[in-house]
């Protein structure tokens, strides 16, 4: 579902964010990638959806080149991959309900079709009943599980979460973690960028270790 | 699916709309004065221009008689303006008819002439002349021989002032185009700014639609859209106050001056070319200005 060849980047002023990484993530894994903060894991997601184009290497996504995807391909792209933001990228204006809409006015869904989904996906995170409320007046824990049902919104083929237990107390660290795994469970590759190595034991999956924008070595 | 993406572009473009606050008033401002300005230079130098065109065609030599000419002189004289190569029609007005006319001229204040025991009109002959002779020198020398003729008291031919006319219309026009350019690009940079502002302000949701997969133009378009009604709205807007100023200048000449300004015919608004014209530029002016803004923007 990934493939990454050989994948460098080298921001200006010969930062290295990563450098020379192979992988294979197959169809419907959940895998985490892991590794101290500043190793690169951010930088990795961003290269899957495009973000961020590598400085050399070739990556696969879903079997489309995306480095040398066209500019008008690009949102089939994004539409397929479904990402969580370590920072949420929440709209503080607009209410949850019309943070989740925006998505589906993006992808062009009617609006019957949208609002059931909606009410689904919120139902499925547990925040129906915050559905009218404005993200500024939620915990965080609250919030990710917002992103979370926003990344949903386009029944992704992979869903990318960046450091979605970053600032949860345990227990509902392994709420999200436990969502996510639900969403993987129906079919959907789930990449979790992480710092936190107890979550990665504790959880058994899969686990890509990323050092100073190297890949380290892969746990099971 | 289309209409959709319909009420999409709808309400995009509203919302910016609504959003921009007093950053749309101050574009639309802007590109109303622009436009204002650019649009009275052009009323202006179209009015006269039909004005001086007009009296070209109209008044070119008068021959005034003197009051003491028999009619057999007039007979004669007709006969040799007649004869005159560069004289197209001869026309004669009597003092009886040269009063009447004034008489028509100054309808509503007919008053001014109760204290006149005697016509003080003289008769005429109003000449129009060959288009080949139509230049002051060529007038000029016509009027020296007319002036010889016997019974002949004046001759009054407008030939210098209306090439002055025509000169200064040809000014203003120069000058109306060269400050609609400077005021044009002017409000072209406002539009730009206050778009890049709308764009600024949305940032994070233009952020978010990118990356959940929304194609350039979906963002693109509303945001263009947004600018092109912002100066069509201002052109629109110039268009009307400048008609109201029109309809209220004309009011205030008729009223001062009837003798000079009589009649609607001296004073006609843009017609319906021109109107659309300038709506149509001011809504490109907007296009073109949110388009560098948006362009800048989203080159990532």
Redesign the interface.
Known sequence: MIQMFHVSKIYPKEVVAVSDITLHIQRGEFVFLSGPSGAGKTTLLRLIFRDELPTSGQILVNGRNVVRLRESKLPALRRSIGVIFQDFKLLMDRTVYDNLHLVARVLGVPEAVSRRKIGRLLKEVGLLQKADEIPYKLSGGEQQRVAIARALMSDPAILLADEPTGNLDPDLALDVMRLLVEVNIRGTTVVVATHNRRLVSEMGQRALILKQGRLMEETH | ?FW??LR?LLDETLLNFRRGGWGVVASIGAITVAFLVTGTFLLLTLNLGTVVAQWAEDFQVIVFLSDAITPEQVTLLRKRLEGELAVREVTYVSREEALADFRRQIRGQESLLEGLKTNPLPASFQLRIQKQYQTATALGQLAVSLRRMEGVEDVLYGQEWVDRLISLVQVMKILGIVIGAVLGIASLFIVANTIRLAVYARA??I??????????S?IQIPLILDGTLQGGLGAALALGMLYVLFRATLWQLGASAPLIFSGAELGRFLEVEYRMGIVGIGALLGAVGSLVAVRRFLRA
């Open positions: 699916m959709e993406r999409h994070q949701e952020e978010i639609m990118r990356l959940v997969g929304a194609s350039r979906y």
